[in-house]
Structures are given as structure tokens and as C-alpha cells.
């Protein structure tokens, strides 16, 4: 047990909206997109499958780093997307660059490129690495045409939830809410020869209204670090490992060791085939229950729309509509665990400061719009299997199936 210190209120006076809002800031995606040509959607052509010969004579493919192709090969060796240098096509996404694989350090240049990602209108180019993929992270992909390229250098999220008022039973009574803010900062830079360092800065808030039978603080927060190493080669392996130390707690708490949170996680993946990878790993999720949490499962590309992350504890099938103007649109569906936990004042938060953990499913279905370093989404959802335990005298209880709309960006 780490002994008792005094947290004062006034170093984080700001609610996370405000944080993020006194930096002017946006955030870009990952990629610079695929050209589509045939089929139609929203009144524009939809990306040809791989072997549509109506198209070949007239509409050559388009890699995901803007190489035009028509051999259809996709630059495929070995199961996996050769870097390609750019070429016609990459003049529709000037903005983007492919960055050199040869790492350049922790470069003065990086204090320019924040204020220019700050900036949502900067013409700042971005760079862009290809070869790299994260199976729960958040690129996008064109189905057996290959995923969005990894973003170089820094990116923006930020991210709304509201879960409306439901029942709840067992410890208590009445009914609670739950509003979810989540934003971040990363930085990614290679610093070795298929190393990446991946830095995320998280400023995350909950706000709850209920239930009746428990006084509960109004609004916790999360200031936490994850620290991950990329590995990935020209072979089909790639790899992420990560610690993820945090501090959770409310404005007002006496910090213990139930403020903090230290998560870890390895994983690895294996391409077999254009259409196939396989993901294996685990999580350590530190909460009042310590979890061991399999990060594994299948990744599916039937064809060039489809993408399917048969995954746990996040699941995602996408399908890439097409491209309206210089905008990308897919469609997706995820399925996803979550499990938190947070230092929680109960009553008078002298008295007693317990920590509490929520857990439930997450079903939703979604819209994301991608236009050069911009991306967009949309959800509506549905949660269940909620379940609240805390560590101390505090009883637990149960909240009822509910709702969910969720909406963020990417800068």
C-alpha cells in the first residue's frame, strides 16, 4: 500500500474539454487514400475488386501509397505490402509523404510539426510508414488492397460517449448515467531500423449522475502514459509491447494506491496470406481485480472492401464504401470488453475514498469519413452486462442494459 499524500485541486482546475480546447487543436489519420474506380455510392464510383476486368484497361488500381498498378499485384511479397516510392497517383495526396526507413532521432523539427498538427488548416505534409500494423489500432483498411499507412510524427484524438440513465439493483438504488470524454496526444517516431516508439499522452474524464443509493463524486479523471514498442520487418511478423502507468482519481481525492492503474500488454501478428493474419497476445489490466486479458484472433480480407477483426477484447468488421471527392467512407460495426477502474469518493472523500470497477459489453455501429488528415466518426450502440465492484466496504451493484452514441475525431 503506497501511503496517503495531499492532491491539490488547483493543478488540475480544467475539465478535459477545456484542456484540449486551450490547445486549438485537431489531429490527422494515417494514410493517403485509395483512388476508386467502379460500382457507386453516394453518387461516386466505388474501389473495382481485384480482378474486375471490365476496369483493367481504363482504371488502374491504386496501392495505399499512391502507386498506380495495373498488374493487379498490389506490390505483395511474402504476405505482405512492399514500400513503393510514390508515383502518379500519389500527386492526389501531396500532404502525405512516405517517411524515410531509416530513423532520424528525436529531431528539433518535432517542436514544429505539434504546433502545425494544433493547427487543423496547416498544409503541413505528414509522414506516412508503410509496413506497419497495429491490429487494435485504429487504421482503416481497403480490404485485400492493404490498410492505411502508419502516421509519423504527432496526432490528436478526441472522443465523446453518453450512456443515458438506466436502473440499477443489488447495493443500491436509482438510477445512473455515464458520460465518457477520452482525448490523446501521441507521438510516433522509428528510432531504430523496424523499431517504433509510440508515446500517448491520455487525458480521459468520466461523469456520472447516480445512482441514488451511493454518493458518488460527480467526475473522475485519468492522466496516464502508454510507452509502445513497435517491431515489424519485411518478413509477415510485427509486434507491439506496451506499459501503460496511470493516475485515476477525482479533483478532490486524497491520492492512494487505488489512484493508480499499471497496465501492460504484448502482442503479435502474422500475416499468412493477403487475406490472412493471425493475432496472439495478452493484456494485464490493473484493476480491483487483477485481469488477464487474451488479446487474439483472426483478421479477414475477403476482397477489396471487406475487412474483418475477428478479435478480443475489441472485435471490427468494416466495409469500405468508396470515396466522395477526396473523402473515404466505411461503414463498421464493432464488439468490444471494456473494464475500468478509478479511485471513487464515496460521501465526503475524508471519509472514505474506495476504488470502483466497471465492466461491460459494447456493441455499436458506425460511420467514419477519412478527407487527407482529417477523420470523422459516428456511433450508436448498445451496452450490457454492466457490472460495478469496489475494492472497500462500498457495496457493488449492477446498472441495466443501455444505449450508447458515440462521436470523436482524429487530426
Known sequence: MMPDFHYNADMM???????????????????????????????????????????????????TFGRQDNDFSMHRRDGLIRAQSPGPGFDEAPEFILADPCPRGIHRDLAYELLDTFNPMSKATVRVLPGYYDPFGWQASYGTNGYQSWRLGWS?????????????????????????WNSNLKLSE?????????????????????????????QVDQLSTDLELGFFNDGPWS?????????????????????????????????????????????????????????????????????????????RISYFLGRKGKTDFWVYGTAEYCAEAWQADIGDPTVVADRIQLTDDRVSLGLRWDSGRHSIFIE???????????AGPTPNFDISNTGMIRAGFRF
Request: net charge negative; no cysteine; charged share 15%.
Open 190 to 218: 522509428l528510432i531504430a531500423p523496424g523499431v517504433l516508439l509510440n508515446i500517448t499522452g491520455y487525458f480521459n474524464a468520466r461523469y456520472w449522475d447516480g445512482p441514488g443509493g451511493i454518493d458518488l463524486g460527480g
Open 156 to 180: 490528436l484524438f478526441h472522443e465523446v460517449a453518453v450512456l443515458p440513465m438506466a436502473p440499477v439493483s443489488g447495493g443500491t438504488t436509482g438510477q445512473m448515467q455515464i458520460t465518457e
Open 380 to 390: 450508436g450502440g448498445y451496452v450490457f452486462n454492466r457490472q460495478v465492484k469496489f
Open 13 to 63: 482546475s480544467v475539465t478535459p474539454l477545456l484542456f484540449w480546447l486551450s490547445l486549438l487543436g485537431t489531429g490527422p489519420d494515417l494514410s493517403p487514400s485509395i483512388q476508386p474506380t467502379s460500382g457507386a455510392v453516394f453518387g461516386q464510383p466505388l474501389l473495382a475488386t481485384a480482378y474486375d476486368e471490365s476496369v483493367r484497361s481504363v482504371a488502374p488500381q491504386v496501392d
Open 239 to 315: 509486434a507491439q509491447v506496451a506499459f501503460h502507468p496511470q493516475i485515476v482519481d477525482g479533483y478532490e481525492s486524497r491520492l492512494n494506491s487505488y489512484a493508480f492503474n499499471f497496465d501492460g500488454r504484448a502482442i503479435a501478428t502474422y500475416m499468412a496470406s493477403p487475406e490472412w493474419s493471425f493475432v496472439g497476445g495478452v493484456g494485464i489490466w490493473d484493476r480491483v481485480d487483477l485481469m488477464v486479458v487474451p488479446h487474439a484472433g483472426v483478421i479477414w480480407t475477403p476482397d477489396t472492401h471487406w475487412e474483418l477483426r475477428l478479435l478480443y477484447p475489441k472485435s
